[in-house]
């Protein structure tokens, strides 16, 4: 039973510190994009897609390639907007701490 535990908190879950900064920095964006004033097209896509990375991270240990896809989502709806681009980057250091992606 305990060795159960810690393969569990080795492969990430409640205990895994990349999983709360990760939610923490995503909860960040949101909070920005939120108070920003003015039109942005693509305000509701980068919304969804913040929201269904926390989801993603809430939920267990998410795949690196489900959680760089969601980072260029993210960055192609906000990512013109200077105001946000430090809040952005925290996303993806937190996003490169689950790893890279396998070269092909």
């Not at 964006?29 to 989801?55: I, T």
């Amino acid at each position: 039973m305990e060795q159960v535990k810690r393969e569990s908190r080795s492969a990430g879950g409640a205990d895994d510190p990349r999983e709360r900064e990760l939610r923490a920095a995503v909860a960040r964006l949101r909070r920005q994009l939120a108070a920003l004033p003015g039109e942005l097209s693509d305000r509701s896509a980068a919304d969804e897609e913040l929201a269904a990375l926390d989801a993603m991270v809430s939920h267990g240990r998410p795949e690196v390639a489900r959680l760089r896809r969601s980072l260029l989502l993210i960055a192609g709806a906000v990512g013109s907007v200077s105001a946000l681009s430090p809040a952005l980057a925290e996303v993806r250091e937190r996003i490169d701490r689950f790893g890279r992606l396998p070269r092909r």
